[in-house]
């Protein structure tokens, strides 16, 4: 009898101990380490600077004289500072735009700050911006505009030369570089060494970018790069700062390149993309890229930022958002004090997350195994994830808040290290004892934040009721913020 029971009290605790279970092999396509830290950063800070500050235009010729390059009062410290205050974890500098401008002392050319009264041809704007993101934390990340109006070798195959030079000289002499942003504009009429004519490019072939890219690679191993094609992060095709409700952060890269026409693509992305290339989504804080006193009074409004944050970091894609310094060198007051009531606005969207260490339930989990159970929805913990099965591609999760709370913004992640999969999912709260839908939506990704009219409720379901692979989400959150319309 005794041996009975002993046995039954062993079988018994074999059974509660949760047997060792495989995790789900990845699905497509997948982020690299350096694509995820990009992620992460959700919200960046990008700064258009150059001679154009001071002529007034968007594009320059090419053929301003370095001479009214003079910032009267240039401090980067500043820069980053608001920068930071905002939330932004980095920040991305127009090192040369389409004009030709160099704001470093390139030695491959005179048309840069060397030869502008600033700081008596001495100073160099990488490098005190470099400095600053040092000192405040910050990352770093360059553009270098492939065009180039100035140059008088632009068309013919030696520009390239030229481009690979400058591109090593900025991404040796300053330090971790983590953004590498190759613009999509090009060719065109410029001055070009005072030919002043039209060039045109194949943008298929002229810039060889495989071997650009290499260039990246072996300098900055960790530094992600930005095209209409990736290789890393893709152009959102547009300039709205919108990815598109529906975003993948999957593409078949070959099928694009920077300046390439098909961008009405890049908002959604592909869903059977055989690369991983997010989106991000760069928008002006003004009309122009530039600062132009005559917009000052045109800066976007905290609704504004407040609704491209949405449709940006909202739809899994990260907010580059662009903050012009002025003529004295500084980010105009107008934009920061936009800036500074929109961080305000943002923290009070998220203040208190309602889902947070609650009860969730889940109609199956992988393998009935804890290590997959519904519970790691609201643990706070990014590693620790709920899936399903392989064969099974939806499933329901349930999270008892504890009694009734007034709810109008969720949060979902996918734990996209093993792939982005759900493709469509719906949101239900407990109404006076029936489900009522509250939201609903398509890809999730990284992340997805939605907004819906306010509920007292004490329970909220998600659904997802379509995915190309068993689901896997790793984080939900609920709020109560202030009522609005995002
Ligand atoms: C565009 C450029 O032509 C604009 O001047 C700006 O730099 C924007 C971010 O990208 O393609």
């Known amino acids: 009898m005794r041996l009975f029971f002993w046995v039954l009290f062993i079988a ?56 009214i390059f003079n910032p009267s009062d240039l401090d980067c410290r500043q820069w980053v500072r608001v920068a930071k205050e905002a939330g932004m974890k ?43 993101c040092e000192e405040y934390d910050m990352k770093l990340g360059l553009y270098l505009s492939p065009w180039d109006r100035n140059s008088s070798i632009y068309g013919d195959t030696a520009y390239i030369t030229y481009y690979r030079n400058q591109l090593r000289e900025i991404l040796t002499n300053y330090g971790d570089i983590y953004e590498v942003w190759f613009d999509g504009a090009n060719g065109g009429d410029g001055y070009y060494g005072g030919a002043r004519e039209v060039r045109r490019i194949d943008r298929t072939t002229y810039y060889d970018w495989k071997h650009t890219q290499e260039i990246v690679r072996e300098l900055q191993p960790n530094a ?23 975003n993948w952060s999957r593409l078949n890269g070959n099928d694009f390149y920077p300046g390439s026409p098909n961008h009405m693509e890049l908002p959604s ?51 580059l958002l662009n903050l012009p310094p002025d003529k004295t060198g500084q980010i105009n007051k107008h934009d920061v004090e936009v800036l500074k009531a929109f961080r305000v606005a943002l923290d009070n969207e998220f203040v208190d997350n309602l889902a947070a260490g609650k009860e969730v339930s889940a109609d199956s989990w992988r393998a009935e195994n804890k290590e997959y159970a519904a519970s790691n929805l609201t643990d706070e913990n990014e590693e620790t994830y709920w899936c399903t ?67 007292k409720t004490e329970k909220v379901r998600l659904s997802i009721t379509a995915s190309n692979a068993s689901p896997l989400l790793n984080n939900i959150e609920l709020y109560r913020a202030p009522d609005n319309n995002r």
């Open 224 to 246: 992600v790069m930005f095209s209409d094609a990736g290789p890393d992060v893709r152009w959102v095709g547009n300039e709205h700062g919108f990815a598109g409700e529906t």
């Open 12 to 67: 018994l605790i074999l059974t509660s101990c949760d047997k060792q279970v495989d995790p789900p092999a990845a699905y497509g396509p997948i982020p690299t380490d350096r694509q995820m830290s990009w992620q992460k950063m959700e919200f960046i800070a990008f700064f258009h600077f150059t001679t154009n500050t001071f002529t007034g235009l968007e594009w320059g010729y090419g053929d301003e004289s370095p001479e």
């Open 90 to 132: 980095g920040v991305i500098l127009t090192a040369k735009h389409h004009d030709g401008f160099c704001l470093w002392p390139s030695a491959y050319t005179s048309h840069s700050v060397k030869s502008s009264p600033w700081k008596d041809g001495k100073g160099d704007v990488i490098k005190e911006l470099a400095e600053a």
């Open 389 to 455: 099965d392989d064969e099974v591609l939806s499933g329901v999760v349930t999270i008892d808040l504890g009694g009734q709370m007034e709810v109008n913004r969720i949060l979902i992640q996918e734990y996209i290290i093993l792939g982005q999969r759900v493709k469509a999912f719906v949101v239900e709260a407990m109404l006076d004892g029936s489900w009522e839908e509250v939201t609903a939506g398509t890809t999730i990704g990284y992340k997805r934040i939605l907004s819906f009219p306010t509920v």
């Open 269 to 319: 992305g592909q869903e059977n993309g055989v690369d991983w290339i997010p989106a991000e989504c760069d928008v002006s804080i003004r009309p122009g890229w530039f600062y132009h006193e005559a917009q000052d009074s045109l800066v976007k409004t905290v609704d504004d930022l407040m609704q491209i944050y949405y449709n940006s970091v909202g739809r899994n894609g990260t907010f």
